[in-house]
């Protein structure tokens, strides 16, 4: 063979191999991205971007905001290609571990900067099941302006937060502003009201439903004060439709003007202070308040993961996208451009973020390191079992079907039914 036939079929063969490459990572994949807030723009932007830089397309679904978890496993249970890389919430990887695969291979040292906390809650019998995404712990939202113009400071428990809530919403509303509110938070019967129960069960000490070692604990005096407080607020602070919202309802009725406090995520904070937001540059952030003085400030702890589909038929392409997405590159936009909590701790002293979201950043950071977790790694493939059974039992409570000492008492015998033998 002369050198220049050589070279030629070397040529072709190197140019073969591209050509292989090419063809085989050119792929479409399906990704499933929330619908609240922004989440579905920005989902939208991210994936975008790493198709035009890797030559794949991707297709994007939204997902509605309750139902999700339903959704996925008639999916992974039927074993279906639909869904290439699922956007999963902080408590399913224990539920949803079987049908992923683990991107250990994928993430190689990718997690290394990541809050422990997620990385943990993550692995899945050493397994890495889920990329971790972006934070959330739940925050206090508050109008500045309305606080300063009644003398108010910010509340540190939550009687002070009832008592403030019901001087300016009163005051509000005597001054012509008829549609005022105290306080909005997520009331309806989800895991976003899970969230919001257990903030007032810790903020009086009473645990977190199901301790570190399987115990349930919810049959406790601090349960019981936290559930009748809230109780209290229905149709007093908060309007009796709270029983019906969920995230997207309260920042509405906040980002329209008409309440002096909010219970929410992150996610929020961005939307608040978007252009058309009629309440821009008037919002502050705080902890939650505490249950009293001996109480404790507590925010649960959230947050989304990216996990593929052990049934897509395009694993390699669908991990690229995950790892493009939870890169610090894209959660640093997502972080500026829509107030996202990244899952990456130095993100939070980055010069970028911190010009863009300030203030908010070490909120957010102290609100994160200090969260409380729900008990979804102790009773893990029940976990939704167990938070259905407490969200249904704080909502008995919140709707005046039931009071909270018994309902508290039920909800503890139900929840030890759902062990066998002692465990979860
Ligand atoms: C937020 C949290 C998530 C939680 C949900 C409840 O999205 O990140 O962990 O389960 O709210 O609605």
């Known amino acids: 063979m002369t050198i220049r036939k050589f070279a030629t079929l070397g040529a072709s063969i190197i140019l073969g191999t591209l050509l292989q490459v090419n063809v085989s990572c050119a792929a479409t994949v399906t990704i499933s991205c929330s619908a609240t807030g922004h989440d579905l723009a920005m989902c939208t932007q991210g994936a975008q971007a790493w198709a035009k830089q890797t030559g794949n397309e991707v297709k994007v679904v939204s997902m509605p905001s309750s139902g999700q978890l339903a959704l996925y496993q008639q999916l992974l249970s039927a074993g279906s290609s639909d869904i290439d890389i699922l956007q999963i919430d902080v ?211 959230g947050g989304w993961q990216l996990a593929v589909s052990k049934y897509s038929k395009h694993p390699d392409v669908a991990a690229s996208l995950v790892m493009y997405l939870t890169s610090p590159a894209e959660q640093k936009r997502r972080a500026i451009e829509g107030g996202y909590a990244s899952t990456l701790v130095d993100l939070y002293k980055d010069k970028g973020v911190r010009d863009a979201i300030g203030p908010f950043a070490d909120s957010l950071y102290d609100n994160l390191v200090n969260a409380v977790a729900r008990p979804s790694a102790v009773t893990r493939t029940r976990y939704n079992q167990v938070s259905t059974e407490f969200s249904g039992a704080a909502y008995a409570v919140l709707s005046g079907s039931t009071d909270a000492a018994t309902s508290v008492k039920d909800l503890d015998s139900k929840l030890n039914g759902l062990r066998h033998g002692g465990k979860w």
């Not at 050493?126 to 939202?141: C, I, K, N, Q, T």
């Not at 904070?269 to 058309?276: F, G, I, P, R, V």
């Open 91 to 301: 408590v399913w990887p224990g539920i949803l571990a079987q049908d992923l695969l683990d991107l250990t291979p994928y993430a190689g040292k990718n997690t290394v900067g990541d809050f422990p906390v997620y990385v943990k809650n993550d692995t899945i019998g050493g397994h890495l099941v889920a990329m971790p995404w972006f934070a959330d712990a739940g925050v206090m939202y508050y109008r500045k302006d309305l606080l300063d113009k009644y003398g108010v400071k910010v509340p540190d428990t939550w009687e002070e937060l009832t008592a403030d809530a019901k001087k300016i919403q009163d005051a509000e509303r005597a001054a012509g502003h008829t549609k005022m509110w105290g306080f909005v938070w997520q009331g309806r019967n989800y895991e976003g009201l899970t969230c919001d129960a257990l903030e007032w069960v810790q903020s009086f000490n009473g645990g977190a439903i199901v301790d570190a070692s399987g115990k349930v604990t919810i049959n406790n005096p601090g349960a019981i004060s936290a559930l009748t407080m809230a109780h209290g607020w229905v149709g007093t602070i908060s309007p009796e439709g709270v029983l019906n919202y969920s995230e997207e309802e309260a920042r509405g009725v906040f980002q329209s003007g008409d309440a002096v406090f909010m219970r929410n995520w992150p996610y929020a904070w961005s939307l608040a202070n978007s252009d058309d937001s009629p309440i821009k540059g008037k919002v502050g952030i705080a902890v939650l308040p505490k249950g009293g003085q001996a109480g404790r400030h507590a925010a649960v702890l």
